[in-house]
């Protein structure tokens, strides 16, 4: 068992006397055993007398030598066992960070003698490190100029670009794309700002999953659609989507695989982003000209007929001929300046909704996997032209023959509907048949899509006029099935054929951003260095969270693969909702001023939630700072269930004989500067730093996994403190 600190101290100042006089007392024990019944009666009797007179100076004489004794004993003790404890805890961090402050050369003269020796050698070591620090430097001048140029070429980039690994978690992402998400990512009413005025978490951060912005589900459609072209050989495969955002927009999306060297293994993709919501608007806007200019041409065509009609009548009278004159002549005039309005109006071409070229037989299988998934009921693919090429959303359209399937087999409350996929050419564009047993249990009674339409039937019509089609029920004419037929368009000339070679790329950049691909396994089996963190700390009215003190301030920030990631902070105001005790403002300097109008804890909680996501929590006691989350559960809506460390421990399991594990000592120890106290940014970044540089001394001593670090966390005295 662990004994408290100073124990030690204690019973090595105790043991001389205690030592001294269990000797005598064994003596006296052993000399009366020696003698005989009436030896001892005498000499009891001889002893009495002297023990009444002059017992306290035998006492007295034991007392003094003991103390003396005890302190002797607590020099040697802190001379030979405290202080190489403290040597061995300095010399393991210089072991770790050649930066580090040099180990105390205090104490005996062979352990001060040691001491100068382990400077000597860490100083040897860093100018070694110097000196292989300046050859990779000299080394990796080209690297770092062709990494220079491109960021440099990212930046300018019209497009929004991001990269991720095989996990979906982004390793890179320019400017433009932190500027798209910023805008139209974000949840309605959230403001946009950062740090004041709103609550400020970016949607997207390095090493955070793509997944919590676009739908896992359009990510894995548009790899599976990769990763066919790629089984086919083709060059230069891809996939295109368009996603909407929490703010109604529409985001045109390209995926690319990334490959080591050219036909190699994937290691990530690559995501080129375009807002096309405005161009998709000015395109329907277009297309409703046209249809209204139709429309009207029709009508006046209409009206001019029925007049030139009359005029072919001989018996005519003048005044009734100048009247149908007037009246080709007025619609000839009418229809002239709807033509130049509608030219005018669709002078400027905006975007479709992109379709991507796609093998009309794996749009089919896909097809079948999916209503499968959904019905349990077997789709048979037999009768699909093999060489046929669609221009389609083949997401959006999957989904509605899901649909459309999913209401058959309902339909038909339990019997086998026989499902078919037929796939044929139809002049220049397709047909694409969802074919089934009986049509009237599809119909529902009422006939399919005569009846009314729900919410979903209305997003398959939406799917249809997406690719400029049409969707009907056509019953067979022997009466025993039916299908919905959906005419598509066919891929333009060219697409169906593979594409040629692709040259060798060329190597923009020598280094590595796919290394963070590992797959994932459970946390508590990971290690330390593999995990994302969020280094998190608050500001706060006082100490008594379950009394009534509420959160001033949160400051964070991320490490990700073992790199603090200054760039990606999260610093918000609070307005806690009531008083700042002077004490307080003493401590944190915040003052009422600053925080009144700023976002109250129920919406901030909720983006910090976001900034942390899948990542570990990590904070300085931290247990004081999580009491104030877990009593805002309910208002905020959010629950932080994910992980927890604390430096605390930590500092402690990395350096046992210490007394000290205050923020300033431990920091004084690793090395770390500390700056902007008591602001919940700046104590976070001092945390991240710390945390950062105990991870190498935990390995050391054998804690190398999230599981090990919590359990052996566990065990300390602090964590058993409670707020």
């Not at 017992?55 to 802190?78: D, H, K, T």
């Not at 065509?301 to 007025?330: C, G, N, S, T, W």
């Not at 910090?608 to 104030?628: I, S």
């Not at 923020?663 to 690793?670: K, Q, V």
Request: aromatic share 6%; net charge negative; hydrophobic share 50%.
């Amino acid at each position: 068992m662990k004994l408290p600190r100073g124990t030690g101290a204690v019973l090595a100042m105790l043991l001389p006397g205690l030592a001294l006089a269990l000797w005598l007392v064994l003596g006296a024990g052993f000399l009366l055993m020696a003698l005989d019944e009436g030896a001892r009666t005498a000499l009891m009797g001889a002893l009495a007398p002297v023990a009444e007179s002059h017992g306290m100076i035998l006492v007295l004489w034991w007392v003094l030598f003991s103390a003396a004794a005890g302190v002797l004993a607590r020099r040697f003790y802190v001379a030979h066992a405290e202080a190489p404890g403290r040597l061995a805890d300095a010399a393991r961090v210089l072991a770790g960070d050649p930066a580090a402050p040099p180990v105390p050369a205090t104490g005996p003269a062979g352990l001060k003698a040691l001491g100068e020796v382990v400077n000597d050698l860490a100083a040897q070591r860093r100018a070694l490190q110097d000196d292989m620090a300046r050859l990779v430097a000299e080394a990796s001048r080209d690297v770092a100029f062709q990494r220079d140029q491109l960021a440099a070429l990212m930046a300018e980039l019209e497009q929004s670009v991001v990269v991720l690994n095989l996990e979906g978690r982004i390793l890179l992402y320019n400017a433009r794309a932190r500027t798209l998400f910023r805008r139209l990512f974000r949840a309605p009413g959230s403001a946009a700002g950062g740090t004041g005025e709103g609550v400020g978490a970016d949607p997207i951060g390095l090493g955070r999953s793509i997944h919590t912005v676009i739908d896992r589900a359009l990510m894995d459609h548009a790899r599976e659609t990769v990763e066919r072209l790629m089984g086919r050989g083709e060059a230069r495969p891809s996939a295109r989507f368009v996603t909407t955002t929490p703010l109604g927009h529409l985001v045109r999306v390209l995926l690319a695989p990334v490959r080591a060297e050219a036909g190699g293994a994937v290691t990530g993709f690559v995501l080129l982003l375009d807002d096309i919501t405005d161009e998709y608007e000015a395109r329907a806007r277009q297309d409703r000209t046209l249809i209204d200019l139709n429309e009207s041409a029709r009508a006046s065509l209409a009206a001019m007929q029925a007049a030139l009609d009359m005029l072919d009548y001989p018996d005519l009278d003048a005044p009734d001929r100048e009247r149908f004159q007037a009246v080709v002549r007025d619609e000839v005039t009418g229809l002239g300046t709807r033509l130049s309005l509608a030219a005018e109006a669709t002078s400027d071409t905006g975007a479709r909704w992109p379709l991507q070229d796609m093998l009309g037989a794996d749009l089919a299988a896909a097809a079948a996997r999916r209503i499968a998934a959904d019905t349990g009921h077997a789709v048979a693919t037999d009768a699909v032209d093999a060489d046929i090429w669609l221009s389609v959303d083949s997401f959006a359209l999957i989904g509605a023959l899901a649909f459309l399937a999913a209401r058959v087999a309902e339909a038909e409350g339990g019997a086998d509907p026989a499902f078919a996929l037929r796939l044929a050419p139809a002049g220049g564009r397709v047909h694409l048949d969802l074919a089934f047993a009986d049509a009237h249990a599809a119909a529902g009674g009422a006939g399919w899509p005569g009846a009314p339409m729900g919410a979903s039937q209305l997003c398959v019509r939406d799917v249809v006029e997406r690719h400029g089609g049409e969707l009907w029920l056509e019953r067979a004419r022997s009466g025993s099935g039916a299908c919905f037929r959906f005419l598509l368009p066919a891929a333009s000339e060219g697409h169906a054929e593979a594409a040629a070679p692709a040259e060798s790329r060329p190597a923009y950049f020598d280094f590595d951003l796919f290394a963070a691909s590992a797959g994932s396994h459970a946390s508590d089996d990971r290690l330390l260095s593999d995990l994302a963190y969020t280094v998190f700390d608050t500001e706060t009215t006082g100490l008594d969270p379950a009394g009534g003190d509420e959160i001033l301030q949160i400051g964070a920030t991320r490490i990700v693969n073992g790199r603090i990631l200054s760039s990606e902070c999260f610093d918000q105001l609070v307005d806690p909702g009531r008083s700042i005790p002077e004490a307080g403002i003493a401590v944190h300097g915040i003052r009422p001023e600053m925080v009144r109008g700023k976002p109250c804890i129920g919406a901030v909680l909720p983006a910090f939630h976001a900034f942390a996501a899948e990542t570990v929590l990590v904070g300085h006691n931290v247990a004081f700072d999580m009491r104030f989350l877990t009593l805002k559960e309910e208002t905020s809506g959010v629950a932080f269930d994910q992980p927890v460390l604390d430096t605390l421990l930590l500092a402690g399991l990395a350096h046992p004989g210490e007394e000290s594990h205050s923020m300033e000592a431990i920091a004084g120890r690793l090395g770390v500067t500390v700056s902007g106290r008591h602001t919940a940014l700046g104590d976070a970044l001092v945390t991240a730093e710390i945390f950062v540089k105990l991870l190498p001394l935990l390995r050391a001593r054998g804690i190398r996994t999230l599981g090990e670090a919590r359990a052996a966390a566990a065990t300390s005295y602090y964590a058993k403190l409670k707020y």
